[in-house]
């Protein structure tokens, strides 16, 4: 079965600090993987995906995640952080394609401090 | 840039009810989907359709729960007698495959269903 593990429920940087949220995956073949992220009171908002090619893929507001096939890992990572980048930050997979079903992990609360 | 809109933000309901819920998927879309979040947990896929029957759906999605595309541009969610367990977010998303099979689903704001 299809699985998607945020082992940090939390994680605290200072403004100006690079962030890491951590991502690892579980699939049976070649994952689609995708960063989400939820402000308050508002929806899911597409950050970035990785579906084949480079590892290291680059999206929305200066992020970027690293796919390592290897460590089954997909974390996101931005060089210097913001305080609006506060938020809640779900790594997603589907098979087979974008359309399939999304299996989320549990969440990540990212906190960034002035 | 095109929304995914749902209606309305906050229902309450009274359990053994029905409720509706509303979305709008983006105009070109031809995939739909309906997913939840209960408080605190994990957001969980319910439903997807496409081509105006269900093609998938979890588990979770039991008699109870039923999903209609009425006309060319609405996409809804009705539970029948609701639960108090059926409190939770319930977000619409919409994807468009014609692009490639890599676009991703776009999601509404979600509506939050409160149980009484």
């Known amino acids: 079965a299809q699985s998607v593990a945020q082992p940090e429920d939390q994680v605290n940087v200072a403004e100006g600090n690079p962030l890491t949220v951590k991502c690892t995956y579980s699939v049976s073949g070649n994952p689609y993987l995708f960063w989400y992220v939820q402000y308050p009171n508002r929806g899911l908002q597409f950050l970035l995906k990785y579906i084949t090619g480079d590892n290291l893929v680059k999206g929305s507001y200066g992020f970027e995640a690293e796919f390592n096939k290897s460590q089954t890992s997909f974390h996101l990572k931005k060089p210097s952080a913001l305080v609006s980048d506060s938020a809640l930050y779900f790594c997603?997979?589907?098979?087979?394609?974008?359309?399939?079903?999304?299996?989320f992990g549990s969440g990540t609360r990212l906190s960034i401090r002035p | 840039e095109p929304e995914v809109t749902q209606t309305p933000s906050h229902q309450v309901t009274q359990m053994g009810q029905e409720v509706i819920l509303r979305c709008v998927p983006i105009?070109?879309?031809?995939?739909f989907y309906w997913y939840r979040q209960i408080l605190g947990q994990k957001v969980e896929f319910l439903v997807s359709f496409y081509n105006n029957e269900i093609s998938e759906k979890s588990e979770i999605f039991d008699d109870q729960f039923s999903v209609e595309r009425p006309d060319g541009s609405n996409f809804t969610l009705k539970i029948r007698s609701t639960k108090l367990e059926d409190s939770a977010m319930y977000f619409c998303a919409s994807s468009d495959p014609r692009g490639g099979s890599n676009q991703p689903q776009h999601f509404g704001d979600g509506t939050r269903l409160s149980i009484l």
């Open positions: 997603a997979v589907t098979m087979y394609s974008s359309a399939s079903k999304i299996i």
């Open positions: 105009s070109n879309h031809l995939y």
